[in-house]
C-alpha cells in the first residue's frame, strides 16, 4: 500500500491510496476533540 497527497481541508483529510495496482482516494471527517482529553 502506498500513500500520497494528504491533503487537509477543516475537518475533512482526504488521502490518495494505491492498492494492489489500484487507486484510491479516501476521506475522512471527524470532529476536534474537547478538553480536557488524555490528562
Do not use: A, C
Not at 15 to 29: C, N
Amino acid at each position: 500500500m502506498e500513500m500520497r497527497n494528504f491533503i487537509l481541508h477543516r475537518d475533512i483529510l482526504s488521502v490518495e491510496v494505491t492498492i494492489d495496482k489500484k487507486d484510491y482516494i479516501i476521506g475522512v471527517q471527524w470532529k476536534t476533540p474537547e478538553k480536557p482529553y488524555g490528562e
